[in-house]
């Protein structure tokens, strides 16, 4: 059973870095693309950044473009979101998703697996 572990969340300052990781278990993450999306209160799950199996290509959502970058060590299971000067409105549950789609893109549809999820605040 795969099973994907977030963690790393929590209270930060606004123009803080906050460093998201995501440990997967049952199966390797080689061969699948990894995402990271987000659900602010009272809005739907959104998506953050996305990563190919070989992490050739990754892809980010304008809003966080130039602030997050999105990592893999496939020899240790593991999937990273580094993010940079956070603002308020970055306030949300994140969650690390598995897709077995190549280029899998920003579509929660093309993840088949997904972790609980880590809050992430930011404050003014």
């Known amino acids: 059973q795969v099973q994907l572990v977030e963690s790393g969340g929590g209270l930060v300052q606004a123009g803080g870095s906050l460093r998201l990781s995501c440990a997967v278990s049952g199966r390797t993450i080689n061969g699948y693309d990894m995402g990271w999306f987000r659900q602010a209160p009272g809005k739907e799950r959104e998506f953050v950044a996305t990563?190919?199996?070989?992490?050739?290509?990754?892809d980010y959502a304008d809003s966080v473009k130039g602030r997050a970058t999105i990592s893999r060590d496939n020899a240790r299971n593991t999937v990273s979101l580094q993010m940079n000067s956070l603002k308020v409105e970055d306030t949300a549950v994140y969650y690390c998703a598995e897709s077995k789609f190549y280029r899998a893109g920003y579509s929660l549809g093309n993840y088949d697996y997904w972790g609980q999820g880590t809050q992430v605040t930011v404050s003014s």
């Open positions: 990563i190919t199996w070989r992490a050739s290509v990754t």
